[in-house]
Each structure stands twice: as structure tokens, then as C-alpha cells.
């Protein structure tokens, strides 16, 4: 299994810092200021990539009103995909400058192309990788075409089956990708919890023998927090400056100050988790002087017995270890011992013959 993946300067995979990724999508509500102002807002919300996507409705299906290309079942309701896309999609011209200042603050930058001229252009403008959609995770030209870059890639692979994630992921290894990093993705817009299936991400990553993430469409920041702790080493979410101001993808998306504390709960997420450790911690061992031990409870005189009236195993560790209790139980004092006296087997006597 490939432990790692590295993407421009960052190794991403077991035992590295999580890879947080701010997906823009429509949420720039086709204002160039607003999609700056969400690069920012990605940065100073602790991300390490923002993400957009290439394309335009005219390369993603027809400008067409049949019943087969209306929306139905979702929160786009009515509208048709071309419409849907005309709001949507980031204009081409707005991308490289994007890039330039996402690159200004220490982000990285990259894009979802949805055919081959959107590889060609993001190619152009020099990005360090691409990110497949799990909706064109079945189009295999396009993989080939990604695949051929030789550019790491993230794909997401909601609604597939793990025939089509084999199908894929062997059409891109094949063509020529080498870095790649799975996504569990749940393709509902929100996606409720109880449909994410979060097992699934160390099971992605098994299969297929690559480092595994999440990109996620549910509410809050919950769902991140536990792919966490079952291993995601990316989580990729939509960031917008006011879900209040509408848009396409607003409903699924975090506003600034909740990105930032979904960062905030992720990095301490890792943090817990840790490594295996049966050995006390640096601040653990300062608190093994409060655990019980053996003391004298009642005042005793030399040769008194010690009986559970007057020995116990009390807090805190001074006295002799409780596995000795029965041990001295019978046996008599060898001196006077005052009560709250820590128990050693220097004050304990001979037993009565």
C-alpha cells in the first residue's frame, strides 16, 4: 500500500496532518470580489488548498428543455442543467488570476476539469493537480486525458460501485497517474448522516491501496470530525461567505467562522488520535501518585493486628501496593503507627503464631 502521496510540497496520508481543501464551486455567485473574498476567508479558516471547477454549460451537456435534462428530487428542482450550470460555473478568465492569489497566501490551488479543454486550460495555467468529480468518475476519456498529465489526482467516488471505482482507478494508474488519494463521497445534496457510510474510507483505502479522504455534503461539521478518526486524510468541503445570500451550492456549504472551527476540531481530532500506547503519558505519570494504596486508617499500637478495620486501600499512592492487602491482613504492627500513615513493610510485623 502507498502510504503517501505528495502534492506540490505536502505528503498527504497516514501520520501526516490532514489535507483540508475549501471548495469554492458556485458559491462566488459569478462576482470576481466575492470569489477572492472566499480565498481569504479559506486562508484565515486554517485551509491548505482551495478548490474550483472548469467548466462552462456548454461542456457540460445541452441547452435543451426536454423533460430528461430537468432537475427533479433535489434542491435545484425545475430548473434545467443548463441553467443550473449558467449559475454555476467560474468564469475561465477569473482562474488563472484565482490561482496567483491563492498561491499569494500560501494556498495551494487546483481545479475539477469536466472534459478534455478544461485539462488543457488548467494544464496551461500550471496546476499541481487535478480532482476528479464523482459524477465523471465513469468517464473514462476524460481519466485518460487526467491520467496523462502525470499530475497527482483526488477523485471522489459517490454513487460508484466498487467495480466502477476499480474501473477508474485502474484507466488512470494505467495512463499515467502514479499520485492518487480516494474520496468517500456521499453525491446527495445535503447528504444526510445516516447515508455517508464513513467505514468505507479505510476500506477505499485498503482496496485500492492509496491514502483516502472525504469530500463532504452534509450539514456541520460532525461527519468530517469522525472520517477523521477513521483515518480521512483529506476532507475537501464547500466554504461560502453567507449561506443567507443563496445560490446553488450554499444549502451544503460552511460559512467562514464554521470552516474555521471544523479545521480547529479536525487538528485536535488527529492530535487525540495518536498512536497505540499502553505506557503512561508525561502528564499521566504526575497523576499515578493519587491512585490508591495501602494505609493505616485507625491509630495502631506495636503488635496490633491489621484487619480491614484499620487497614484499606485508600488515594493516594504513597503506601504499598493494593495487590498486598491480604498479604497484610493477619499480620501485626511492628511499631505504633498513626493513622494516615502510608503503609511499608518496614511497619509490618510477624503474624500472631
Request: negative net charge; glycine residues 8%; aromatic residues 8%.
Amino acid at each position: 500500500m502507498k502510504q503517501h502521496v505528495q502534492i506540490n510540497n505536502r505528503k498527504i496520508g497516514a501520520g501526516q496532518p490532514v489535507y483540508i481543501v475549501a471548495e469554492m464551486s458556485a458559491n462566488h455567485h459569478q462576482d470576481f470580489d466575492q470569489a477572492t473574498a472566499i480565498i481569504k476567508a479559506a486562508k484565515e479558516a486554517g485551509a491548505d488548498a482551495v478548490k474550483l471547477q472548469t467548466y462552462t454549460p456548454d461542456t457540460l451537456t445541452l441547452d435543451c428543455d426536454h423533460d430528461c435534462f430537468r432537475i427533479k428530487g433535489t434542491i435545484w428542482e425545475g430548473k434545467n442543467l443548463y441553467q443550473l450550470y449558467g449559475e454555476a460555473y467560474t468564469p475561465w478568465e477569473w482562474q488563472p488570476e484565482l490561482m496567483n492569489i491563492a498561491h499569494s497566501l500560501g494556498l495551494d490551488f487546483f481545479s475539477t476539469p469536466f472534459d478534455a479543454t478544461a485539462v488543457d486550460f488548467l494544464e496551461e495555467m500550471g496546476v499541481g493537480m487535478h480532482k476528479v468529480a464523482s459524477f465523471e468518475l465513469v468517464d473514462l476519456p476524460l481519466l485518460k486525458k487526467v491520467g496523462a498529465t502525470g499530475k497527482p489526482v483526488i477523485m471522489s467516488t459517490g454513487m460508484a460501485t466498487l467495480a466502477e471505482i476499480d474501473e477508474a482507478v485502474g484507466t488512470l494508474r494505467q495512463f499515467g497517474t502514479s499520485e492518487l488519494v480516494l474520496l468517500k463521497c456521499t453525491s446527495a445534496y445535503p447528504a444526510p448522516p445516516e447515508e455517508m457510510n464513513l467505514r468505507t474510507i479505510p476500506q477505499l483505502a485498503g482496496t485500492f491501496g492509496v491514502p483516502a479522504g472525504l469530500s463532504d455534503h452534509s450539514m456541520g461539521i460532525a461527519v468530517p470530525v469522525a472520517a477523521v478518526a477513521l483515518g480521512a486524510c483529506l476532507i475537501e468541503k464547500h466554504l461560502t461567505l453567507c449561506r443567507a445570500d443563496g445560490g446553488p451550492d450554499s444549502a451544503f456549504s460552511l460559512e467562514p467562522d464554521e470552516f474555521r472551527a471544523m479545521v480547529a476540531a479536525v487538528r485536535q481530532a488527529e492530535m487525540a488520535l495518536g498512536a497505540v500506547n499502553f505506557e503512561p503519558t508525561e502528564k499521566e505519570k504526575k497523576s499515578r501518585i493519587f491512585r490508591r494504596s495501602l494505609f493505616v486508617v485507625q491509630e495502631m499500637r506495636a503488635g496490633q493486628e491489621f484487619t480491614l478495620g484499620n487497614t484499606a486501600s485508600i488515594r493516594p499512592g504513597h503506601g504499598l501496593h493494593p495487590r498486598y492487602l491480604e498479604m497484610v491482613i493477619g499480620r501485626r504492627a511492628a511499631v505504633d503507627i498513626p493513622r494516615g500513615t502510608p503503609l511499608s513493610w518496614e511497619l509490618v510485623g510477624e503474624a500472631r503464631k
